[in-house]
């Protein structure tokens, strides 16, 4: 299947700093990547569709001014997590979905966010 | 009502025996359908996809899919206890792009 690569895995930042999450798709063009979000022992939950070259989606209920995405190319989108909080702590996912294909998605490997 | 809905389990099943998963979606225009499984703090891995009536086999895993109920089903035969994981359901709708996820099955398979 396609690969999708995330990074960083890990961060751990203070309150109030803003972290960058990016996701690549390595052996194809995505231009559309989907960014979750997974609290502990919960579902994934889409928070934005990220469009290559147009402004994000974003879903009911997600602050697009905190949740910053940007996709300036067929293989890259980045999530900024502006000014974070403890409650911003979450495992966060992105995907990529490969236009060959029949509309599966495929995972990075996703980033552990700890606000402290 | 939730658009695609699972029981969180755990469901517990002995080693070698089958595990039977089931997911029921609320959309009728959902077309296709995909079983993930995510291992503890990881990120899902695609499994199967499924998007016509009936069975569809690879190896040990089998989904099934009944679009008048509404339901996509995962069998996983002869489990080992390396399929314990998280089994996520998923659907997509004819003309959208995005994925809606179940809450997840939790498998335990023990020895």
């Known amino acids: 299947g396609a690969v999708v690569s995330q990074h960083p895995s890990r961060v751990i930042c203070k309150s109030g700093t803003s972290v960058k999450i990016e996701c690549r798709s390595l052996?194809?063009?995505?231009?559309?990547m989907f960014w979750y979000r997974q609290f502990p022992k919960q579902s994934l939950m889409l928070m934005a569709t990220?469009?290559?070259?147009?402004?994000?989606?974003?879903e009911q209920g997600v602050e697009k001014d905190k949740f910053l995405i940007n996709h300036a190319s067929l293989t890259l989108s980045t999530l900024t997590v502006t000014s974070a909080h403890p409650e911003d702590s979450s495992f966060y996912i992105c995907?990529?979905?490969?236009?060959?294909?029949?509309?599966?998605?495929?995972f990075g490997e996703g980033s552990r966010l700890t606000v402290l | 009502q939730k658009e695609v809905e699972q029981n969180s389990g755990p469901l517990s099943v002995p080693e070698g025996a089958i595990a039977s998963l089931n997911c029921t979606y609320s959309?009728?225009?959902?077309?296709?359908f995909f079983w993930y499984r995510q291992y503890s703090g990881k990120s899902p891995e695609l499994i199967m996809f499924?998007?016509?009536?009936g069975d569809k086999e690879d190896g040990r895993f089998t989904a099934q899919l009944n679009k008048a109920s509404q339901y996509v089903s995962l069998l996983i035969r002869d489990s080992q206890p390396s399929d314990s994981a998280t089994y996520l359901c998923?659907?997509?709708?004819?003309?959208?792009?995005?994925?809606?996820f179940g809450g997840g099955t939790r498998v335990l398979v023990k020895p």
């Open positions: 998923a659907v997509r709708v004819a003309a959208g792009n995005k994925l809606t």
């Open positions: 959309d009728r225009g959902s077309q296709s």
């Open positions: 499924i998007y016509s009536n």
């Open positions: 995907s990529a979905r490969d236009g060959q294909g029949i509309g599966e998605l495929f």
């Open positions: 052996d194809f063009q995505a231009t559309t």
């Open positions: 990220s469009n290559e070259g147009s402004k994000a989606t974003y």
